[in-house]
């Protein structure tokens, strides 16, 4: 497959466009004091996003019409949870889930 000038510039394009959005926001609030409500009201969106890729991969939902839990994923995830609540280490929680997912799939 042959690169052309214009798979080049589509490829520049959809970078700026992927880009673009996520950048320009902070350049507008860089100067700006937002009030405490606002920060407080942001401040939630961390949990929020973590917490909809968790419930997303402890549910199966792809067995059929019945939602069950994914046991594996289950399992790993208790131990995990505790690391990260005892630690609060992002790398520790990681490794740590990494290797009890690794262990949960060759004992299964």
């Known amino acids: 497959m042959t690169t ?5 510039w589509l490829i520049i394009g959809c970078a700026l466009v992927t ?3 996520r950048v320009i926001p902070f350049i507008f609030v860089r100067s700006v004091t937002l009030p405490d409500v606002v920060l407080k009201w ?3 969106i961390p949990v929020c996003i973590l917490s909809a890729l968790v419930i997303e991969n402890l ?3 792809e ?3 019945v939602v069950t839990l994914d046991w594996p994923v ?9 690391i990260a609540l005892v630690t609060k280490s992002l790398s520790i929680t990681v490794v740590a889930g990494v290797i009890i997912m690794a262990a949960v799939r060759f004992f299964m």
């Not at 052309?4 to 080049?8: A, I, K």
């Not at 289950?74 to 505790?82: C, R, S």
Request: aromatic share 20%; proline share 8%; glycine share 4%.
């Open 4 to 8: 052309t000038s214009y798979m080049v």
């Open 19 to 21: 880009w673009l959005p």
């Open 42 to 44: 942001l401040s939630f």
């Open 59 to 61: 549910i199966d939902t």
């Open 63 to 65: 067995s059929g019409k």
């Open 74 to 82: 289950f399992i790993t995830f208790v131990p995990t949870l505790i």
